[in-house]
């Protein structure tokens, strides 16, 4: 179906905002995938990308820097999601097991 697909992973800092004596520039984390194919009678190409913020990059005024980074909160709570779904599959299974 593709004849060329390739992966996609940079990192891309935004526009600088000022806030007092400190200047912040955001950092997104782009990945994903691009790709050109197609058959015989018709040529394409395709992307799918996922943006996610990856932090702030903190500029003081005395030319000093720091990142700080942003957690996926949304990872962390599917993970958690998880965790409690399995944990009520195994103590069904122990419940059923036991009435029995």
């Known amino acids: 179906m593709f ?3 390739s992966r996609i992973s940079e990192s891309i800092v935004g526009e600088p ?3 007092g004596a400190q200047t912040i520039r955001p950092v ?3 990945s994903g995938w691009r790709g050109t194919g197609g058959d015989a009678s018709a040529d394409g190409a395709g992307a799918q990308l996922r943006a996610r913020p990856a932090g ?5 005024h005395d030319g000093r820097e720091h990142r700080v980074p942003t957690p996926d909160n949304t990872r ?3 993970w958690g999601l998880a ?3 399995l944990l009520v599959a195994v103590a069904s299974l122990v419940v059923v097991r036991v009435l029995r």
């Open 3 to 5: 004849r060329s697909r």
């Open 17 to 19: 905002l000022e806030i």
């Open 28 to 30: 997104v984390q782009l």
């Open 56 to 60: 702030v990059i903190v500029l003081e």
């Open 76 to 78: 962390l709570i599917l």
């Open 83 to 85: 965790g409690i779904a």
